[in-house]
């Protein structure tokens, strides 16, 4: 409903089978067509509750269709399953990590120790997420000497490191530098420490010292020196395996490995199988009577374990901050820019640069007999692809167009056509469109259209098909469009133009509208329905639901009982979000004999074997205007 | 839909390139047009803005200084630039000096109706939507999309198959694998270029 009209959204028929069940797919892959072939054995069972499910129309207002429906360009297509797959169907492999900002890449193991991170220049402004730019502080014009002080600014907000007291020595390596800044900084805050202590080994921190004057009145004296957040991190993390380490009772003890192992979600998933295993230390613990009495683990005592107590009197300061007049809104950082720092960031002079986060190309599978269905090539900077099995090479591209008002209105003049206005159709008012299937594929398929006469919804829009039935020609070689010149444009635009003179093209029932070398058009004739609300609708009594909160003035309009949408709850005549999009569901039926592939010896003929594949699709026409008079 | 043309509105050249005749086109000897490339009605672009390299003689050593008629923008082929909006070539300041620096547009590239672009270079397949802005110096890289309304800040890049949106423009997601193929979504230019001036 973000696109604008008209557009095509195809339903992944994977939105229907409840639980991805390997063996069921294992089994539709060799019936490819068989919706539910579940019971093995009862054939006549399985073909029944085959046919009841094709009964049901698909609804693209129901609620399950936001899980289904999805732009052709995302669906890939499984050569092996012959089934379109779309993003939940598959599964992801990182191929590589980037930067978006510098492009460049980081290496996996670099990603896993450090971060995912740019470990490069690249930050992003803790304000407002903009991009930050290195710059010198000093001006120089022209002299060709810049080594100034270097600050980070950001080009939106106008935010830079100045602003919280940062400079740089040297525009490289700053992530290095800052990381170094942040510590001194959180400890130089703390402590309440006058400015020559708080130098760096780099000897590069100038520090803005009002800024923290605020919180540093309550000054602790710990004996030993509070570390900064990233510092405490570690040490805790640290703390913790090593308890753990000293605390499990057994080499092979599930938890003392795994976190020894650094969370690594496979030995998570070992523990939590193992947990009630003879050999877990859980049932060690209750069934038999421990032989050592189990170890006790205990928390962070000491600031170098990373512990931290805040100082007394530290809540009261940070309020009296908020509430006085320096501070104000724009102090006091957002939720959304804390979410991204150090815990204890809570005015916007503690908001740090924030170094951007990386990136991935990514390979896909098919989830059920893990095929490559995208392979990207592995540069961070290309756009190409070793594999790709996008679906629009294997499904009939739809396009959707509007013909001119039909029939021909008298009053109109004949050589200006009026293009019908997508964004407000007058409902009760035939419009026709012209829905041109373009095949991709080496061969001819024969495709069988299908769609409910009325559209599901409270609005009843009547939809036509005039051709069901058509063939789409292969995809048979480049060059022939090539010599034909520009074959289809021409096409289209003499019969635009004819269009535009007489209407001397009428679209005809069982007749193809219009067709090329691999395109076929057919026409779709659709009278839009009334709105809820816009009255004069064959009234139909509406008992039920006409007594809670029935507060529109709007009287005498009668709703439709039956509702598929299940929004019949729904007492009054207010239109629902979108309820006036008017999309018409389309189920494709398309039968192309193929190549055969060596893995499938079996077929009657010896060299194609008949393939079908049946989808639904949904036609985003247009909107459909409340008041009669179009 | 195509527009509302009269007699005329669309001149076409050689190579194909349909402009209209109200869009505004300053500097037209430092503007490349790839060819088929389209330019709509009130369309602003500057060719006027390029970098003059014979005020300062430490400017045109570097990469990229163009040869003698410095070329200020450079479109690619089946681009489409909507109505009202405006290709200006990004500057910015380097050594005290202010100075433009050259403005890349690849291929298939749709620029919405009033939008406002500054990018350094818009790579192949770039969908920029209505309104929005693309801050100087940014770069668009191959088939990234521009949500309408986005102001993408000042020196972004913006990864190839990315949309991104908002204000400031964040990376909100990523385009499909088919987006781009010929007659889908993103490869519609050729399409959008034959129905102009129709």
């Known amino acids: 409903m973000s696109r604008p009209f008209p557009y095509t959204y195809i339903s992944c028929p994977c939105a229907d089978t409840p639980v991805p069940d390997p063996a069921r797919k294992r089994r539709s892959r060799e019936f490819p067509q068989k919706a539910n072939p579940d ?35 995302q669906l890939l297509y499984c050569e092996d399953c ?322 001119t008002i039909s029939p021909p209105q008298p009053g109109y003049p004949t050589t200006a056509p009026t293009v019908p206005n997508l964004d407000s159709l007058p409902p009760l008012k035939p419009v026709q469109l012209l829905l041109t299937l373009k095949n991709h594929m080496f061969d001819p398929v024969r495709v069988t259209l299908a769609t409910p006469s009325v559209t599901p919804g409270r609005v009843d829009t009547k939809v036509t098909i005039l051709c069901p039935q058509l063939d789409v020609g292969a995809n048979s070689d480049v060059w022939d469009e090539a010599l034909q010149g520009t074959a289809p444009g021409e096409q289209r635009s003499s019969r635009s133009g004819a269009m535009g003179i007489g209407y001397e093209k009428v679209a005809e029932a069982g007749k193809v509208w219009d067709k090329g070398r691999n395109w076929t058009t057919v026409a779709i004739e659709v009278v839009p329905g009334t709105l809820p609300g816009s009255g004069r609708r064959a009234s139909r009594a509406n008992n039920d639901f006409n007594d809670s909160d029935n507060d529109d003035d709007d009287d005498s309009v009668d709703e439709k009982d039956l509702d598929w949408s299940g929004q019949s709850k729904d007492p009054n005549e207010k239109l629902q979000p979108d309820e006036d999009v008017l999309e018409i569901p389309i189920f494709v039926r398309m039968e192309w004999d193929s190549e055969n592939q060596i893995e499938q010896p079996v077929s009657k003929s010896s060299d194609t074997v008949k393939r079908e594949l049946a989808y639904w699709m949904v036609l985003g026409v247009g909107r459909i205007s409340p008041d009669l008079e179009g | 839909m195509p527009p509302k043309a009269f007699k005329g509105e669309y001149i076409e050249t050689d190579t194909g390139n349909k402009i209209s005749r109200r869009a505004q086109i300053h500097g037209t000897q430092r503007i490349i047009l790839g060819g088929k490339t389209v330019i709509q009605t009130d369309a602003v672009i500057r060719g006027d803005l390029y970098r003059s390299s014979s005020s300062h003689a430490s400017s045109d050593d570097p990469a990229g200084a163009a040869p003698s008629p410095s070329v200020a923008i450079t479109v690619g082929r089946y681009s489409y630039i909507s109505k009202q909006a405006i290709l200006r070539p990004p500057s910015r300041l380097h050594r005290g000096m202010h100075s433009y620096y050259p403005l890349k547009i690849g291929d298939h590239v749709f620029v919405g109706e009033r939008a406002v672009v500054e990018a350094a270079s818009v790579g192949n397949h770039v969908h920029v939507g209505k309104e929005a802005v693309i801050g100087g110096m940014a770069i668009l890289k191959d088939f990234a999309v521009v949500l309408d309304g986005a102001v993408v800040p000042a020196g972004m890049v913006v990864p190839s198959w990315c949309v991104v949106g908002g204000r400031p423009a964040r990376i909100v997601g990523e385009v499909g694998e088919g987006y781009g193929v010929e007659g889908a979504d993103g490869g519609l230019a050729r399409e959008r270029y034959r129905l102009v001036g129709k």
């Open chain 1, 39 to 73: 019971a093995p054995g009862t054939d006549e069972k399985g073909t029944i509750t085959e046919d009841e499910e094709e009964e049901q129309t698909f609804d693209p207002r129901s609620p399950r269709s936001n899980f289904s429906l999805y732009p052709p360009e």
């Open chain 1, 82 to 403: 012959h089934q379109i797959k779309c993003p939940r169907c598959i599964t992801e492999e990182i191929v590589c990590w980037y930067c978006p900002n510098c492009l460049f890449e980081t290496p996996s193991s670099m990603v896993r120790s450090e971060g995912n991170r740019c470990a490069r220049n690249c930050f992003n402004c803790p304000i407002c997420t903009a991009p930050l730019s290195v710059s010198t502080l000093e001006n120089v014009t022209g002299n060709g000497s810049q080594q100034g002080p270097w600050v980070l600014s950001c080009g939106y907000c106008m935010w830079t490191t100045l602003d919280i007291g940062i400079k740089f020595d040297k525009p490289t390596n700053i992530r290095t530098q800052l990381s170094k800044m942040a510590d001194s900084t959180s400890r130089g805050r703390q402590m309440s420490r006058s400015l020559g202590d708080l130098k760096s080994p780099l000897s590069n921190y100038a520090s803005v010292d009002e800024q923290f004057s605020a919180t540093e009145d309550g000054g602790p004296d710990q004996p030993t020196e509070p570390l900064g957040a990233d510092a405490r991190f570690a040490a805790l993390k640290g703390f913790y395996r090593n308890q753990i380490a000293e605390t499990s009772t057994s080499p092979n003890d599930p938890l003392g490995t795994d976190f020894a192992g650094g969370f690594a979600s496979p030995g998570a998933l070992n523990r939590i199988m193992s947990l009630y295993n003879s050999s877990s230390r859980l049932s060690s613990l209750y069934n038999k009577k421990p032989k050592s009495k189990p170890p006790v683990m205990r928390e962070a005592l000491t600031a170098s374990e990373g512990l931290k107590i805040p100082v007394p009197g530290a809540e009261d300061a940070v309020v009296r901050r908020m509430a006085s007049d320096e501070c104000g809104w724009d102090g006091v950082a957002s939720i959304e820019q804390r979410s991204f720092q150090p815990p204890d960031a809570r005015f916007a002079d503690d908001l740090l640069p924030l170094p951007v986060l990386l990136r991935t190309k990514r390979s896909k599978r098919c989830k059920s007999c893990k095929h490559i269905l995208v392979k990207p090539e592995f540069k961070p900077q290309s756009t190409r692809f070793r594999i790709r099995l996008i679906a629009l090479s294997y499904i009939p591209l739809a396009t959707l167009r509007p013909l």
